[in-house]
């Protein structure tokens, strides 16, 4: 305790002007008599000490009786005299009836709505006080979806909030909002809009504000400490620069020490400061991105066709180098680290790409169906042999193709039931095969057989060139780095479906029909048609689906 408050003079000397008094409520009730456990309070008083070390009058307690609340809110509103800013952060179960919602007491058995003013702290008396510092004030309330046994009158959750105006309200998980009041102080500069920009998954109602930073960076006249913190000595002193980590707050170590033994670490911590990769690299860290929205920046680079060699969601080099190349290409400095607005931007160019592929792909597939439809008048739709088997040798995975197909067997029926005994039982023999070596022997020893064409035409089928082979080696092998499983393949197949490409049964096994569904859809949309998926393929599905 002696060293947190240490720690939290220095900042208030460091980061605040004189008049002002920035003020923190953190209440985190997680161990309940009679509900579920919110797993929170922890959390929570991690976020009141991160707040505390940046220079706010700090209340805070866990696991509160409703008294004990409200006294923690009357001192709170006491350190509110003076201007400054206030963050309240309450976390645990929440009830509301009407307009009123009330966070509970650890105690409460079975509030009613007659007994929940004894049970709970009101939020629009919370609300209430915030609103007394219009645009410096920021509430975020944390709960969980878990079992709360209530009495007549009142609803589980936080209810219809009115936000006073001036007033930023942020809801969510408790655990997700904990996490961003303990990070409020390492995003010093950035406005309402930014923060809110940045709280991810989270919800965010009231003042939204763009122009001035809820929380300012200290500037160059902010009063210096004259002594170290009491009993801390250099160390103590050392320790508060490093929490708060501001160019401010190592300058201000220098000009105390300028000998100390922490003069070097300083000076090296600036000059990180002052480096622009280094300020970029913390700037996107700042945002907090998720592996889901690094993957949907991956997605955006390959729409774009800038390979980020890999949509997995890590940033390693390939991704890297990909961001500096759109980075350059948009008109910014290829730092290959994203900002707020940067990720705005490609998300936009990446939309507005994806909808013009699907425009050539729409206007390609009609232009593709218009000419497969036109050979179909001219060959299969008569229904013969020679006709069937010319447009299947163009347009073997066309519109047309099962039918052509179809019609074909009738002939095959035809001629079985013509055949010899030994031929039939030789071609059928062959067929269950399905290899080039068995169709030659078939061709060799029924020279005059019924199936001899048929032989033929499928010795010419499975006969690759060694380009052919080296191709289609090259398509599996990049699927198979995918490392797509079950879940992903089925995916596939039902995003095909979708797109009335006829891949079969949606199972996760990738047969014949599924391998023709593919080459379709890779024809459509300009992509090379092997019948494999590779990165290229996968994305452009993905995001079709969306």
Known sequence: MRQTACLALFAAVIVAPAFAQDAALVIGNENYRNAADITSADDALDAADALEVAGFTMRKGADLTAPV???LLAKHYDDTVRPGRSVILLTGHFVHAGAETWLVATGADQPTLASIDNAGLSLSTVLAIAGERPGGALVLLGTEDRRIDLGRGLAAGVGPVDVPQGVTVIEGDAAEVSAFAGHLADMRGRTMAELVASAEDLRAVGYIGTFAPFLPIPDGNAPKPATPPAGGGEQAFWTATEAIGTRAAFETYLDRFPDGAHAAAAKSAIARLDDPAAQAEAAEAALRLTRDQRREVQRNLSILDIDPKGIDGVFGPGS????????????????????GRQLEVLAQEADKRAAELEAEAAARKAEQDQQDRLYWDQTGAAGDEAGLRAYLKRYPDGLFAELAQERLSVFDEERRAQAAANDRQAWDAAQK??????????VAAHPNG????????????????????????????????????????????????????????????????TRRAIRRYQQARGLPVTGYLNQQTVARLLVDSL
């Open 450 to 513: 019924a199936f001899v064409e048929e032989a033929r035409r499928r010795i010419a089928e499975l006969s690759e060139t060694s380009a052919e082979a080296d191709a289609r080696q090259k398509a599996e092998a990049a699927e198979k780095a995918l490392n797509l499983n079950p879940v992903m393949r089925s995916l596939v197949e039902q995003r095909l479906a979708a797109l009335g490409l006829k891949p079969g049964a949606a199972d996760g096994t990738f047969d014949d029909e």
């Open 433 to 442: 095969t399905d290899t080039v070596r068995v169709y030659q022997d078939y």
């Open 320 to 339: 890297r180098n990909a961001i500096k190349v759109w980075q350059t290409r948009a008109g910014y400095d290829g730092t290959g680290f994203l900002t």
């Open 69 to 71: 609340m409200r006294t």
